[in-house]
């Protein structure tokens, strides 16, 4: 074997300078040059300020606001340490958790005689997921326009405008981005 | 689950052998024939390699040779890694001050990368420098799936052989499936990552203020040229800790579908580069038939599993029509987690896009019936392949015993030597997890390390274990595997499921090699047809079900009978 040691560590050592090194660089170059919005972080400026990133989820409580899922880092939307919340499907931890989220939802919704959708009240992988599905923007649409003072229909509408379908038409699921949808509901119509 | 959902993974997965056909073809040319592409340009490049590393390339291994050069890359491999990472804290490339890597986690992590297992007992973000996680990790990434291709195409030539004893240079295999098939793979996939928005960049993380006037600091890093590799060799240690769930690391359904297809690509390619080294394409369509076989209607059931029932108390007070969303983003959604987790654990990648920990059930359990198959439907580049041959030559083993008749494959006698081999590289993964789990089950401080209790926290170790000792990588995330004894008892068991598997293997293509073909007669079982199909997938199956259905009803089934 120590015949073999001396070329595997010459091997190792070029490849290290090759694909640990160069390819790396090269591909921050590329997509740099390229795609230099994507390759920072799809970041959201507003003059100066960085709003936040495009891709990321955001906390929201405000009434006048969409709300996200609940997450599970602490604090909740910590983008530098994502986190699922790891419990079971037949955790009681989860479903005591799903039903105080559950309860809420309802109180703060009193218009709903529906439950609410199941992605409302879960944490999702990253802890960091920015969007809700149609159905569960909709379902908080009244809620926003009585905070709002508008008519349920034009933030239906806004809904609608904000959905985005499946990539290709077959994938992925249809989506609301909330930050995008909740910078929509502030701009100046 | 709906028609949609089923038409869409079926045309995912045609899609991904209609790619796979041409590529296996490239490989058989590139690995097989030596016709590497553009030789007026890279050919120089390449001597000029060897000759720097002090290798000769005309130089013919047999198989201990083969596999000691394997093993010296590997160890060398281990020693950088596990430097890199001890000492991490006082290297380049830092920008957030992590501290250097602890004994435990750094032994675990750098047998993880090297092994292709990739498990991750630490989250990425929060624990690694930009230098270990491209110096250290995308460049393990890239090597030991070389390897994986470099021992496929020694076992293809020892068992196109006539009476030789030579496979070929491992040299020479790996700086060619590393330079002409995973380099510019992952170039390409990377680019086409970024463009949909995965993070690329060696600047420090951005600290934004939200709408709602909080804080909210953004992790960033070079994540696209990792992850490009962690999908495609079969790695699947993602940039961030929650791999490609994370938006940065897979923020589009364009993106979900690019990684889903590379992590399944080049295992599905081996099937048609092993088919044309030996010159019958038969052999190799005829083992990927049976991964088919096997794959199809679990990736099925996983998608029924995920899109619901759920359990009585969460759908009680919300609108659970979709299925199971804890764990799961809103962009990929039940049905397509589902497939990934399926995917993800036949081939040995151990990627994620959702949490397995809070899949359904069933969802869980065929991610690990999965792996504890011993990662041979499609499994990690090259090494998935080699694992089916072994299944192989026990399935014509087994057809010869009830038949009376010497057992052959490709026209060579299966005896004594070669079915020890094949018995020790099924059994040491096998006892592995079996013995990990008695163990783990059994040591008090082991245990605290479970979030649950019951048939889920049995669930937690079975998956760590058959994750670890089958080099999958992912996890049931509850369990805190980042302690002393568990990183120790992961890594060992890591080890074991790679190079016992591997060495038996050359072993294997050795002692074939020596071998003279004997002419076929109406008494020679073929391996190819149907028969052969049903019968490899159904010891694949045998094998699987005679180890694990205990442990297996023990945790998800329990848990699933609880749901319903």
Known sequence: MSRHLVPALRLLLVFTLLIGGLYPLAVTLAAQLLFPDAAQGSLLRRGEDILGSDLLGQPFSSERYLWPRPSATAPAYDASRSSGSNLGPLSAELASAIEVRAAALRAAHPERTTKPPIELVTSSGSGLDPHVSPQAACWQAARIARARGLQEAEVLALVERYTEGRALGWLGEPRVNVLRFNLALDAPR | ?564
Request: proline share 5%; with cysteine; aromatic share 8%.
């Open chain 2, 1 to 564: 689950m709906t028609t949609f959902d089923v038409l869409r993974m079926l045309l995912q997965f045609a899609l991904v052998l209609a790619l796979a056909a041409p590529l296996g073809g490239y490989l058989a040319r590139v690995l097989g024939e030596g016709r590497t592409p553009f030789p007026g340009v890279f050919a120089p490049f390449e001597r000029a390699l060897y000759r720097a590393c002090g290798i000769d390339p005309k130089r013919n291994m047999d198989w201990r040779s083969y596999a000691l050069a394997f093993l010296a890359l590997q160890l060398v491999g281990f020693l950088c890694l596990y430097a890199l990472l001890r000492w991490q804290g006082s290297l380049p490339f830092n920008p957030r001050e992590f501290a250097d890597v602890p004994a435990p986690l750094a032994f675990n992590t750098a047998v993880s990368f090297v092994t292709n297992t990739n498990w991750q007992a630490y989250g990425g973000e929060a624990t690694l420098s930009y230098a270990s996680q491209t110096v250290g990790l995308t460049l393990q990434n890239f090597v030991s799936a070389a390897c994986g291709l470099s021992v496929l195409a020694a076992l293809a030539r020892g068992l196109a052989a006539r009476g030789a004893e030579q496979l070929g240079n491992f040299w020479v295999d790996v700086t060619r499936s590393t330079l002409y098939v995973l380099l510019p793979l992952a170039l390409l996939l990377a680019l086409a990552l970024a463009s949909q928005g995965v993070v690329q960049t060696f600047g420090p993380y951005v600290e934004a203020q939200t709408l709602e006037g909080g804080q909210q600091l953004i992790a960033v890093g070079p994540v696209a040229s990792q992850v490009a590799i962690k999908q495609l060799g079969t790695n699947g240690g993602g940039f961030f800790n929650v791999n490609s769930a994370h938006p940065l690391e897979n923020p589009t359904p364009l993106s979900n579908a690019l990684q889903l297809g590379a992590l399944l690509l080049l295992p599905a390619a081996c099937c048609f580069m092993f088919g044309r080294m030996l010159g019958d394409a038969r052999q190799g369509r005829s083992l990927l038939a049976a991964m088919a076989l096997l794959l199809v209607p679990l990736n099925l059931l996983a998608i029924s599993a995920e899109r619901g029932p759920a359990p009585a108390r969460i759908a009680a007070v919300a609108d659970t029509g979709v299925g199971f969303m804890e764990g799961k983003e809103v962009r990929h959604g039940p049905a397509e987690s589902a497939t990934w987790a399926t995917w993800t654990t036949a081939a040995s990648n151990g990627s994620v896009n959702s949490m397995h920990d809070s899949a359904s059930p069933l969802g869980g359990g065929v991610a690990l019936l999965l792996m504890l198959l011993g990662e041979v439907v499609f499994g990690g580049v090259g090494s998935g392949l080699y694992g089916m041959v072994v299944f192989g030559l026990l399935t014509v083993f087994l057809a010869g015993l009830m038949v009376g008749r010497t057992p052959e494959y490709l026209g060579k006698k299966v005896q004594a030597f070669e079915i020890q081999m094949a018995s020790i590289a099924i059994l040491a993964p096998t006892a592995t997890a079996l013995i990990g789990i008695a163990v783990a089950v059994l040591t008090p401080s082991i245990r605290a390390s479970l979030q649950d209790r019951g048939a889920h926290g049995f669930s937690e170790f079975l998956y760590a274990f058959a994750s670890a000792a089958n080099n999958n990588g992912s996890a049931f995330a509850g369990l805190s595997a980042d302690t002393p004894l568990l990183n120790f008892a992961l890594g060992l068991s890591m080890l074991i499921g790679r190079y016992l598997v591997a060495v038996p293997v050359l072993a294997i293509a050795g002692s074939m090699a020596r071998k003279s073909p004997v002419a076929a007669s109406v008494g020679t079982f073929p391996t190819h047809g149907a028969l052969f199909v049903i019968l490899l997938a159904s010891s694949v199956l045998l094998v699987g079900a005679l180890s694990f259905a205990p442990a297996l009803a023990l945790g998800p089934l329990v848990e699933h009978l609880r749901v319903r």
